[in-house]
């Protein structure tokens, strides 16, 4: 399989804390993105970023790839109680649009 | 922006029945929607990549036969889960993109809850 591992698998934290998550994956990709699913629900595009950057931000989100480790890190700054849902990291490898999902982490902010 | 939805929100039908959930582009053109699954709790596997006007090119494991998949339009995608048993009891999930916008990010629909019961 080349689904990616992400952990924490499962990560509480109090509101106004930062979350990190981190994502693994196994083979060479065009670039990388993070989503966010609310339960039961579709999945929302957070941030891409591609293979020849380190680093990237959105708001209160920061992301990095290390494409020698393998490896991407999703950090939510200042964290909300709506910020509760699924993270989820996913790799483009071919450039066809195929994208591969990590597990997955489930973030959950405690008022 | 670019919007896509998938309907039936959620849906239980009874074992053996066929089931028919729809994707469509509401603004924009789409000759390739994707069709994922979701068991709870885990993540999105591809099941399928659908191309308009051609047959669906599925993921290795995925039967043709009991997923059945249409693209008649460039707005519309339809995924058929033919005699459906309790197993298929899943989370699906369309995506797509603006064809004519290189580059163009992909859409996520809202994802149809299949419960067989």
């Known amino acids: 399989s080349q689904q990616g591992e992400e952990d924490p698998q499962a990560l509480s934290i109090q509101e106004g804390e930062n979350a990190t998550m981190n994502c693994s994956y196994k083979?060479?990709?065009?670039?990388l993105q993070w989503y966010r699913q609310n339960s039961g629900r579709g999945l929302v595009h957070l941030i891409l970023?591609?293979?020849?950057?380190r680093e990237k931000h959105s708001g209160r989100l920061r992301v990095t790839l290390d494409t020698s480790k393998k490896s991407s890190s999703l950090l939510i700054t200042a964290s909300r109680a709506a910020d509760t849902a699924s993270y989820f990291c996913?790799?483009?490898?071919?450039?066809?649009?195929?994208?591969?999902f990590g597990t997955g982490t489930r973030l959950t902010i405690i008022p | 922006g670019a919007v896509v939805s998938q309907h039936p929100s959620w849906v239980i039908c009874k074992s053996g029945t066929s089931v028919k959930i729809e994707c469509r582009s509401l603004?924009?053109?789409?000759?390739?929607m994707f069709w994922y699954r979701q068991f709870p709790k885990q993540s999105l596997m591809l099941m399928a990549t659908?191309?308009?006007?051609?047959?669906?090119?599925?993921e290795q494991g995925v039967e043709k036969d009991k997923f059945l998949i249409n693209h008649a339009s460039l707005t519309l995608s339809t995924l058929t889960v033919t005699s459906a048993h309790p197993e298929d009891s899943s989370f699906y999930i369309c995506?797509?993109?603006?064809?004519?916008?290189?580059?163009?990010?992909?859409?996520f629909g809202n994802g149809t809850r299949l419960t067989v019961t």
């Open positions: 995506r797509a993109r603006d064809s004519r916008i290189p580059n163009s990010p992909l859409h």
């Open positions: 603004d924009f053109q789409a000759t390739t």
């Open positions: 996913a790799t483009d490898a071919g450039g066809n649009e195929k994208l591969t």
């Open positions: 659908s191309n308009e006007g051609s047959k669906a090119t599925y």
């Open positions: 083979t060479s990709i065009n670039n």
């Open positions: 970023i591609r293979s020849n950057e």
